[in-house]
């Protein structure tokens, strides 16, 4: 069993930064990718960014390319969502999550860190 546990939340203004992170443990943890994702009041969740845990291959969505900077640490088995230049609009609860090698979803999912940008 994984476990994801996610800090870094809290409030900031517009155009300020934050720097998320999730740790995983477990004996098992060796996922294929690792992902970040949002779900704002009143909203489904969204993708934000994912980036593979062995080749550390990158995909953002559009809406945070160029603001948002995923990472990895395989050692510390941690990942990282550094978020600058952050706007009202990225008002959510922020997951991290794993992706099982030859799964098709994310499988193990964190417990959410609150972020609000105020205007």
């Known amino acids: 069993q994984v476990q994801l546990v996610e800090s870094g939340g809290g409030l900031v203004q517009a155009g300020g930064s934050l720097r998320l992170s999730c740790a995983a443990s477990?004996?098992?943890?060796?996922?294929?990718?690792m992902g970040w994702f949002r779900q704002a009041p009143g909203k489904g969740r969204e993708f934000v960014a994912t980036?593979?845990?062995?080749?550390?291959?990158?995909t953002y969505a559009d809406s945070v390319k160029g603001r948002f900077t995923i990472s990895k640490d395989n050692a510390e088995n941690t990942v990282y969502l550094q978020m600058n230049r952050l706007k009202p609009e990225d008002t959510a609860v922020y997951y991290c999550?794993?992706?099982?090698?030859?799964?098709?979803?994310?499988?193990?999912w964190g417990q959410g860190t609150q972020v609000t940008v105020s205007s």
């Open positions: 999550a794993a992706r099982r090698p030859a799964s098709l979803r994310y499988d193990d």
């Open positions: 980036i593979t845990w062995g080749g550390g291959f990158i």
């Open positions: 477990g004996r098992t943890f060796n996922p294929y990718a």
